[in-house]
């Protein structure tokens, strides 16, 4: 089993940078081919990609409302991946959720293609 727990979100105004975390425990995603995401959601609406990222850190997957703007990342020896948000704008308002799958086709955008969820993590941005 793998636990993922986000961390980082809060209040910001736009423009301003922000760094989620997302701290791997129990069953390491430690397959070559095992994928940690990043989604988005706000209420109503679906869940939608934004970021992910191959264990082997050799592929890394962007959402075009983000691209150029956030950048995901890991530290494998403290077994977290990281999305830093930069240019934050009042529409990247949303609960953000880091997910997991173990080994994996490239990176996977659909929600239902990830078997481990975090808990969520409030991000707002204020104009």
């Known amino acids: 089993q793998v636990q993922l727990a986000e961390s980082g979100g809060g209040l910001v105004q736009a423009g301003d940078p922000l760094r989620l975390s997302c701290a791997v425990s129990?069953?390491?995603?430690?397959?070559?081919?095992?994928?940690v995401g990043w989604f988005r959601q706000v209420p109503g609406k679906e869940r939608k990609f934004v970021a992910g990222?191959?264990?082997?850190?050799?592929?890394?997957s962007y959402a075009d409302s983000v691209k150029g703007r956030f950048t995901i990342s890991r530290d494998n020896a403290k077994n977290t991946v990281y999305l830093q948000m930069n240019s934050l704008k009042p529409e990247d308002t949303a609960v953000y959720y880091c997910?997991?799958?173990?080994?994996?086709?490239?990176?996977?955008?659909?929600?239902?293609?990830?078997?481990?969820w975090g808990q969520g993590t409030q991000v707002t941005v204020s104009s």
């Open positions: 129990g069953r390491t995603l430690s397959s070559a081919t095992s994928v």
């Open positions: 990222l191959m264990r082997s850190g050799l592929s890394t």
């Open positions: 997910a997991g799958v173990l080994d994996t086709l490239g990176i996977p955008r659909s929600p239902a293609q990830y078997d481990y």
